[in-house]
């Protein structure tokens, strides 16, 4: 009895983890709007948090170029586009709509943060946690949208084939491929 109600907990867990890990996404852009007054002051935090990156030692040379000649050249453009993709990415990993590009998304921003010299503790664990999402992606459609529209299927691999289709298996093949 013990290891069919441990096993049932695993996914719920998983799914409190998406939830956290899209919770900690939406506070992340709300509180840049809010705190930081991204928005109020446009630019201006965006401005001086990429110029202290070109001069932190630890930012690599090849980040360093992107920072000067692109982020900084569209720096109002980031000023808006940052804080409200970071919260339609929360909304959409605590709802469980489009999870697995959420979770990359989420990955490809927080890699960039990484990059720009910032690493700490909280970071560590949001890397960890999308990683962690990403091997355990079976267990995050548990409560979530994608289940719900059979989004969770978007992407199989045909084991037969060897590849990886974009389209959702009908009731038929679903049977035919788990037997």
Known sequence: MKIKRSVRLFPSLIVLMRI?????WLLAGVT?????LWFNEPGLFLKNYLINSL???SV?????IFI???ALEHVMVLNYVIPMVQIILGIFLIAGLFTIPSIFFCLFMHINFILS???NLI???LYTSAFSLIIF???IYHFSLDKYFKLDTLLVINDKAGKITASRLSGKEKIFNNS
């Open 20 to 24: 956290l890990f899209g919770v900690g």
């Open 32 to 36: 840049k709007i809010t705190e930081k």
């Open 55 to 57: 001069q932190n030692t």
């Open 60 to 64: 690599p040379t090849f980040y360093k």
């Open 68 to 70: 000067e000649n692109i």
């Open 117 to 119: 010299g910032n690493i």
């Open 123 to 125: 970071s560590l664990i």
């Open 137 to 139: 992606r079976s267990n």
